[in-house]
């Protein structure tokens, strides 16, 4: 089983709409989740963090954890086509040794 | 505040070559990681250092790579001998402490190895 599962995707959605992004992750006792971003060709970047249940905004984006669940969400509100990249969910399990899923591709339709 | 440097930027070398990667970190931060991500994959942690000390090394293939941080401050990365399989864009990061939850990366070394 892979430490951190994500919806392979890719995910299309059109300009202004929600786009949901899901994760999974097998170590029951991780305590911090990541949401990166990952532009084509380039290197991850640290979208949000997230560390206790429920949710946590910062402009349009919004994290949903649910540790009794082991699942982790990213929302992004008002997809603009810059959103369009890959998105890598990331969990610390109960080491030091941060794990990553494969990724979700979106691509933000004009 | 610079970011994370690395060079080269791109590498193609033949199977059973060798090849060096070289990383710089952002200024002060004692951790540094190195990840291998091979297309369409998340990246995949190789080696972690805590200031010249190694951290985590458990999924570095020691028969072919190793790694040093010898002044704790720059890092290499070297592949000998190459394999087809190497190919993959491999990504130096930084935090400025073992439980730093922000990690940056710097903008990665593609290797394609023929």
């Known amino acids: 089983q892979k430490e951190v599962e994500q919806n392979s995707g890719p995910l299309s959605v059109p300009e202004g709409a929600i786009a949901s992004l899901n994760c999974t992750y097998s170590?029951?006792?991780?305590?911090?989740f990541f949401w990166y971003r990952q532009y084509s060709g380039k290197s991850p970047e640290l979208i949000m963090s997230i560390y206790s249940n429920g949710d946590k905004e910062d402009g349009r984006f919004t994290a949903q954890l649910n540790k009794a669940s082991q699942y982790v969400s990213l929302l992004i509100r008002d997809s603009q086509p810059s959103d369009s990249a890959t998105y890598l969910c990331a969990v610390r399990p109960s080491d030091y040794k941060l794990s990553f899923g494969a990724g979700t591709t979106v691509t933000v339709r004009a | 505040e610079a970011g994370v440097a690395q060079s080269p930027r791109y590498k193609i070398i033949e199977k059973r070559q060798s090849v060096a990667f070289w990383c710089n970190p952002i200024s002060g931060h004692a951790t540094l990681y190195w990840y291998q991500q091979i297309l369409g994959q998340g990246p995949k942690l190789l080696i972690q250092f805590q200031n010249n000390g190694v951290v985590d090394d458990s999924q570095l293939p020691k028969d072919r790579f190793s790694a040093e941080r010898l002044k704790g401050v720059d890092s290499t990365l070297k592949i000998q001998p190459a394999k087809l399989e190497d190919s993959a864009v491999y990504l130096c990061?930084?935090?400025?402490?073992?439980?730093?939850?922000?990690?940056?990366f710097g903008p990665g070394t593609r290797l394609l190895v023929l």
């Open positions: 170590d029951r006792v991780s305590q911090s």
């Open positions: 990061a930084s935090s400025s402490s073992t439980g730093g939850e922000t990690q940056y």
